[in-house]
C-alpha cells in the first residue's frame, strides 16, 4: 500500500533543465532509499540517483555535475533537479521508494512510480 506521485516531466531543449518530483505515501514509515531510474527501449532500467534517509548520494556517472538528488523527509518527497540536459537524457524516469519490513530477518521491498517521460530535444 504505497503509492508513488511523479511529477515535473516534459519537453525541454538541450541545455536546459527539470526538476521532478515523487511524492511517496501509505506504509512508508521505514524508507530506506528513495531515487530515480530511467529506461529507454531495449536498456535495462538504470540507476541516474539515489539518496538514504540518511543522507547519503549516489549518481550515475553519465550525471554526475548536472543532476542533484535532494529529499524533503518531513513531505515524504523526492526531488531531482537536472541541468544541462543532453539528448541522451531522453527516457521514461521512474521514482524508487526501498521500504524496510520487518519479519523474521529485516527486508527491503522496492517500490515503483508509473513513469514520467523525459524528452530532450537537440
Known amino acids: 500500500q504505497v503509492q508513488l506521485v511523479e511529477s515535473g516531466g516534459g519537453l525541454v531543449q538541450a541545455r536546459g533543465s527539470l526538476r521532478l518530483s515523487c511524492a511517496a505515501s501509505?506504509?512508508?514509515?521505514?524508507?530506506?532509499?528513495m531515487g530515480w531510474y530511467r529506461q529507454t527501449p531495449g536498456k535495462q532500467r538504470e540507476l541516474v540517483a539515489s539518496?538514504?534517509?540518511?543522507?547519503?548520494?549516489t549518481y550515475a556517472d553519465s550525471v554526475k555535475g548536472r543532476f542533484t538528488i535532494s529529499a524533503d523527509n518531513s513531505k515524504n518527497t523526492v526531488h531531482l533537479q537536472m541541468d544541462s540536459l543532453k539528448p541522451e537524457d531522453t527516457a521514461v524516469y521512474y521514482c524508487?521508494?526501498?521500504?524496510?519490513?520487518?519479519?523474521?530477518?529485516?527486508?527491503?521491498?522496492?517500490?515503483w512510480g508509473e513513469g514520467t517521460l523525459v524528452t530532450v530535444s537537440s
Open positions: 539518496i538514504t534517509s540518511a543522507g547519503t548520494t
Open positions: 501509505g506504509s512508508i514509515s521505514n524508507i530506506n532509499v
Open positions: 524508487n521508494v526501498r521500504v524496510r519490513r520487518f519479519g523474521f530477518l529485516p527486508y527491503d521491498i522496492n517500490y
